[in-house]
């Protein structure tokens, strides 16, 4: 069975950075398209970001071009969101997700197959 967990969360302030890191467990992700996306109390989760399997593509949300990076180490079978500049509006809970049947990047939550717990991330002035 696969698990992905996620960790880096936490309150930090208008326009710093928090690095949100997602290892994962039982299936290497090397085999896997992942993705980030985010979820605010009353909205559907949106899609924030996601990595091709060997890392040479990305794709983002408009809304954290230019800020938010995803990468991945596939050696050590975790993924990371590097976040810079963030803003009030970046506060949510943040998920991680595999897509094992996928090869290149995917913005589609359908894709994907697994899902971490989430972690929580507040900007605040």
């Known amino acids: 069975q696969v698990q992905l967990v996620e960790s880096g969360g936490g309150l930090v302030q208008i326009g710093g950075s928090l690095r949100l890191s997602c290892a994962a467990s039982g299936r290497t992700v090397s085999t896997a398209v992942m993705g980030w996306f985010r979820q605010v109390p009353g909205k559907d989760s949106e899609f924030v970001a996601t990595i091709s399997r060997i890392g040479g593509s990305t794709s983002y949300a408009d809304s954290v071009k230019g800020r938010f990076t995803i990468s991945r180490d596939n050696a050590k079978n975790t993924v990371y969101l590097q976040m810079n500049s963030l803003k009030p509006e970046d506060t949510a809970v943040y998920y991680c997700?595999?897509?094992?049947?996928?090869?290149?990047?995917?913005?589609?939550?359908?894709?994907?197959?697994?899902w971490g717990q989430g972690t929580q991330v507040t900007v605040s002035s």
């Open positions: 997700a595999a897509d094992f049947g996928g090869f290149l990047v995917s913005k589609l939550k359908v894709d994907y197959d697994y």
